[in-house]
């Protein structure tokens, strides 16, 4: 009996969460730069911001290839988030969401970023918070 009352509550519960959602990250820095080179790990070729309410078109757009950015984050629907894709040889082999009150890198317009070159100056915003 107990395992009738358990097998609905376990499906309730997956069916709320956010499996194969893009995980959330917060980057530590020290300094007046960032640079996602030494950040994000492994071998990669660049990373591509994409700016809140961006859509699967606008990711093909950016990155050159098809890849459902609606499916994996909540960027179509949030502001308070950018979508990071990290791409090598035409493929994602990363993705995550920096919330914006950790830094603010929707200040920029959705773009692209060779590894070399991905670095940022951050800026204190006006509401204390730091943007890029």
Same mark, same amino acid.
């Given at each position: 009996?107990?395992? !009738?009352?358990?097998?609905?509550?376990?499906?309730?519960?997956?069916?709320? /969460?956010? =499996? @194969? &959602? $893009?995980? &959330?990250?917060?980057?530590?820095?020290?300094? %007046?730069?960032?640079?996602? %080179?030494?950040?994000?790990?492994?071998?990669?070729? &660049?990373?591509?911001?994409?700016?809140?309410?961006? /859509?699967?078109?606008?990711?093909?757009?950016?990155? @050159?290839? +098809?890849?459902?950015?609606?499916?994996? /984050?909540?960027?179509? +629907?949030?502001? %308070?988030?950018?979508?990071?894709?990290?791409?090598?040889?035409?493929?994602? =082999?990363? !993705?995550? +969401?920096?919330?914006?009150? /950790?830094?603010?890198?929707? $200040?920029?317009?959705?773009?692209?970023?060779?590894? +070399?070159?991905?670095?940022? &100056? =951050?800026?204190?915003?006006? $509401?204390? @918070? !730091?943007?890029?």
């Amino acid at each position: 009996m107990k395992f !009738y009352v358990f097998l609905p509550l376990l499906f309730l519960s997956l069916s709320c /969460s956010e =499996i @194969g &959602k $893009a995980p &959330k990250r917060v980057f530590t820095f020290s300094g %007046s730069t960032i640079d996602l %080179s030494t950040e994000i790990e492994g071998d990669w070729d &660049k990373v591509c911001l994409l700016t809140p309410y961006s /859509s699967n078109q606008e990711a093909e757009r950016l990155i @050159g290839f +098809e890849f459902d950015i609606e499916s994996k /984050s909540n960027i179509y +629907e949030l502001d %308070s988030i950018t979508l990071f894709l990290v791409v090598k040889r035409q493929q994602v =082999i990363d !993705y995550f +969401e920096v919330p914006r009150n /950790s830094i603010d890198f929707s $200040a920029r317009e959705a773009d692209c970023y060779p590894r +070399e070159k991905a670095w940022f &100056k =951050i800026v204190t915003g006006s $509401a204390g @918070g !730091y943007k890029i």
